[in-house]
Nanobody, 124 residues
Framework: QVQLVESGGGLVQAGGSLILSCGASGRTVTNYVLGWFRQAPGKEREFVAGISWSGGSTEYADSVKGRFTISRDNAKNTVYLQMNTLKPEDTAVYHC?????????????????WGQGTQVTVSS
């Protein structure tokens, strides 16, 4: 079993930045694809970004390309999401997830483990 715990969410003004972290415990996630998803009220959970086990391959949703950066530190069993130039439409609960897979998947059903999420609120 893998337990994932997100941190770093909060309230920020439009144009600001936040860094989300997700620490894993229970077992190493070195060989897992790690991803970030978000869910706004009344909307389905959507893919934000994903990173391969080596960090050599990343995927981003079109809505965050050029603004968000995903990275990982396998020594710390942690994945990060640097969010810049935040917009009110980025407001959501952000979840990290782990996938015992080879390629970065963009569908939620591909991921095996999920964190509880951290709230990000961007004010206009």
């Amino acid at each position: 079993q893998v337990q994932l715990v997100e941190s770093g969410g909060g309230l920020v003004q439009a144009g600001g930045s936040l860094i989300l972290s997700c620490g894993a415990s229970g077992r190493t996630v070195t060989n897992y694809v790690l991803g970030w998803f978000r869910q706004a009220p009344g909307k389905e959970r959507e893919f934000v970004a994903g990173i391969s086990w080596s960090g050599g391959s990343t995927e981003y949703a079109d809505s965050v390309k050029g603004r968000f950066t995903i990275s990982r530190d396998n020594a710390k069993n942690t994945v990060y999401l640097q969010m810049n130039t935040l917009k009110p439409e980025d407001t959501a609960v952000y979840h990290c997830a782990a996938d015992w897979g080879f390629r970065v998947a963009i569908t939620a059903r591909s991921y095996d483990y999920w964190g509880q999420g951290t709230q990000v609120t961007v004010s206009s």
